[in-house]
């Protein structure tokens, strides 16, 4: 039997997208690293991007390593674990 996971409701389209990438990676990949992804369009969407990112985390559902200079070599972590 296969399980679908499903956003929390209430997240915004970038948010979802982003938090589905996140939990699909997971799920598949289970011990690699999870990258955030690049930011689908033009450029002039990367500050929302980056927004979605920054909301994620305030709601608890993933934490950002960023410890690298460009946002696509950020890592995504479970909430609760250390990089």
Same mark, same amino acid.
């Given at each position: 039997m296969t399980t679908t996971v499903t956003p929390p409701i209430? @997240? $915004?389209?970038n948010q979802r997208n982003i938090y589905m990438y996140f939990l699909n990676h997971r799920k598949k990949y289970k011990n690699t690293p999870? #990258?955030?992804p690049r930011c689908p369009g033009q450029n002039s969407r990367l %500050? /929302?991007?980056?927004?979605? @990112?920054v909301k994620l985390e /305030? #709601?608890?559902l993933v934490r950002i390593d960023r410890t690298s200079a460009n946002y696509t070599?950020?890592?995504? @972590? %479970?909430?609760? $674990?250390e990089p």
């Open positions: 209430g @997240l $915004t389209i999870c #990258y955030v %500050e /929302q991007w980056l927004n979605a @990112l /305030q #709601y608890g070599g950020w890592i995504m @972590l %479970e909430p609760n $674990t």
